[in-house]
C-alpha cells in the first residue's frame, strides 16, 4: 500500500502555507482514497472536504497543516482527515455550522457543507488559539 511504513499506517500530514500547499492536500487526498478503494463519488467527497479544510486554513488562520490517517475497525474502513491550525478560532462554532452562514462573503457552505459530506465530523476552537476539525469517510471492508 502507498503509505505504510515499517511499523504500518503512517498518518500523512500537508502543511499549509500557500495555495499551492492546497493543491498538494488535494492531490494526496486523492491518491489516499483511491488506494482505500473509495469509489469515485467518496473520493470527491473527500477531495472537496480536504480542498475546503485547507482553504480555510489558509484564509483564517495562514498557517496549519491537514494530517490524513487510516482507521480501521471490524467492518469498515476510514479515512480520517484533521484540520489543525493556531489562528483565531472561531467565536461561534454553531452559527459558523449554519448553512448559509459566511464571514467572507462566499457562499456559506464550508463548514456546514463538510459537515455533511463526511461520515464524522467534530470540531474544536478556542479564540486565540485557533481550530482544530476531524472528519472521517467510513466504507464497508471488502468480503
Not at 492546497?22 to 469509489?39: D, T
Not at 494530517?67 to 476510514?78: A, H, K, R, S, V
Not at 465530523?121 to 482544530?132: A, K, L, M, R, Y
Request: charge should be negative; glycine fraction near 10%; proline fraction near 1%.
Amino acid at each position: 500500500m502507498l503509505f505504510q511504513s515499517d511499523e504500518g499506517k503512517e498518518p500523512l500530514t500537508v502543511e499549509i502555507h500557500t495555495e499551492v500547499d492546497i493543491v498538494e492536500a488535494r492531490q494526496k487526498g486523492r491518491m489516499f482514497s483511491n488506494c482505500l478503494g473509495f469509489s469515485t463519488l467518496d473520493q470527491a467527497r473527500i477531495i472537496t472536504t480536504i480542498s475546503e479544510l485547507s482553504r480555510n486554513i489558509y484564509k483564517y488562520a495562514t498557517t496549519g497543516k491537514i494530517i490524513m490517517e487510516i482507521i480501521e475497525n471490524q467492518l469498515e474502513i476510514g479515512l480520517k482527515i484533521i484540520a489543525i491550525d493556531k489562528g483565531p478560532g472561531i467565536k461561534n462554532i454553531q452559527q459558523a455550522l449554519e448553512s448559509g452562514y459566511t464571514t467572507s462573503g462566499g457562499l456559506g457552505v464550508g463548514l456546514s457543507g463538510v459537515k455533511k459530506l463526511m461520515d464524522e465530523f467534530t470540531i474544536s476552537s478556542q479564540e486565540d488559539h485557533g481550530v482544530n476539525i476531524e472528519v472521517i469517510k467510513w466504507q464497508k471492508r471488502n468480503k
